[in-house]
């Protein structure tokens, strides 16, 4: 089971990424990466957000330089379009998304000890 710490070094993992991330972006994050090809509107359902706020949250995770993200432009997910819904986009990791997504379960997983640690940054769990 993962401690106190394991999820601290999690966190830092987004913090290294960017000292503004927030607790809405971590979780919009997470629910993608643990439903990729979610619509925005299901990020609201699954989190309790409002449409503005998963909206923003999601397209702060975007990818810099892309029309649809927002900084902190973290580069972690990409919008697709989806056809059969007027203004939906469907939600997917990107490469980095995918490797975050990995750190994590790694981070996270029972049988591993704390050998990942943030790139650059002194962890708040030292």
Do not use: K, Y
């Amino acid at each position: 089971m993962a401690t106190r710490r394991d999820l601290i070094r999690a966190l830092d993992a987004f913090r290294a990424l960017s000292p503004q991330v927030n607790l809405h972006q971590i979780i919009a994050f997470l629910l993608v990466a643990e439903n990729e090809g979610l619509l925005v509107g299901h990020v609201c359902a699954l989190a309790g957000f409002s449409q503005s706020t998963a909206s923003r949250s999601l397209r702060a995770n975007g990818v810099a330089g892309t029309p649809w993200a927002v900084p902190p432009a973290l580069g972690l997910v990409e919008a697709c379009r989806v056809s059969r819904f007027a203004s939906g986009h469907a939600i997917f990791l990107t490469p980095a998304g995918r490797d975050l997504r990995d750190a994590l379960d790694a981070m996270l997983a029972p049988s591993q000890g704390h050998a990942v640690a943030s790139a650059g940054r002194r962890s708040l769990a030292d």
